[in-house]
């Protein structure tokens, strides 16, 4: 069964940096491009960051390029996020999702995990 | 920008036929966007429904369809139940590793 574990969620003030991570099992965690999505409270849900398998090739929503970084390490079955220059629009469920892909031309996702809350406040 | 479209929201009665939409704000959603369409209950992470246009994910009832109407992009339940009662979101592939999400369909089942 695949499982993604997101953690790191914290309360961070604004312009602070913050880093999230997500372990994944129940599959071979290195053949698979994954993303990042997130969701401010009470709100839809967005489209935050692409990486691909061998994590040569990222992508990024206009709404974080420059002040967010995804990078994933293979041998330790772990994607990341490294957050900076936080905005208080930054608050938000964190989930990290896979995609039945191996480069970042993806087309959908096929598992989510259940989310990590980032808070941004002062 | 580009903006994906959806119903806000939507009411159905149970054991009713809904269909949801999934619209650009500027041309026509067509099968080379590969939408894609999930669902989420309050509290919990979403669930994928439909990949690539009509294709239903595993494990999903084939009460779920998707499908190109017009313009846009289609979900449809038919014979709709109380626990359908959540929200609908569509994802369409941009090209260049860009996914943008609609602003979902809160569907209310009474």
């Known amino acids: 069964e695949v499982q993604l574990v997101e953690s790191g969620g914290l309360v961070v003030q604004p312009g602070g940096s913050l880093r999230l991570s997500c372990v994944a099992s129940?599959?071979?965690?290195?053949?698979?491009?994954m993303h990042w999505v997130r969701q401010a409270p009470g709100k839809g849900l967005e489209w935050v960051s692409v990486i691909s398998w061998e994590g040569g090739d990222t992508y990024y929503a206009d709404s974080v390029k420059g002040r967010f970084t995804i990078s994933r390490d293979n041998s330790k079955n772990s994607l990341y996020l490294q957050m900076n220059s936080l905005r208080t629009e930054d608050t938000a469920f964190y989930y990290c999702?896979?995609?039945?892909?191996?480069?970042?031309?993806?087309?959908?996702?096929?598992?989510w995990g259940q989310g990590t809350l980032v808070t941004v406040s002062s | 920008q580009t903006v994906v479209t959806q119903e806000p929201s939507f009411s159905v009665s149970p054991g009713g036929t809904v269909t949801l939409t999934c619209g650009l704000s500027?041309?026509?959603?067509?099968?080379?966007?590969?939408p894609s369409w999930y669902q989420q209950t309050p509290g919990q992470a979403p669930r994928t429904l439909i990949y690539?246009?009509?294709t239903r994910a595993s494990g999903v009832p084939d009460r779920f369809s998707g499908s190109i109407l017009g313009n846009k992009a289609a979900l449809t339940i038919a014979g709709a139940q109380a626990d359908d009662e959540s929200d609908y979101y569509c994802?369409?592939?941009?090209?260049?590793?860009?996914?943008?999400f609609g602003g979902g369909t809160k569907l209310t089942v009474l």
């Open positions: 994802v369409l592939y941009m090209g260049s590793g860009i996914g943008v």
């Open positions: 500027s041309g026509s959603v067509s099968t080379s966007y590969y």
């Open positions: 999702a896979k995609s039945p892909s191996s480069g970042t031309t993806w087309y959908y996702f096929d598992s």
């Open positions: 690539s246009t009509n």
């Open positions: 129940g599959f071979t965690f290195d053949d698979y491009t």
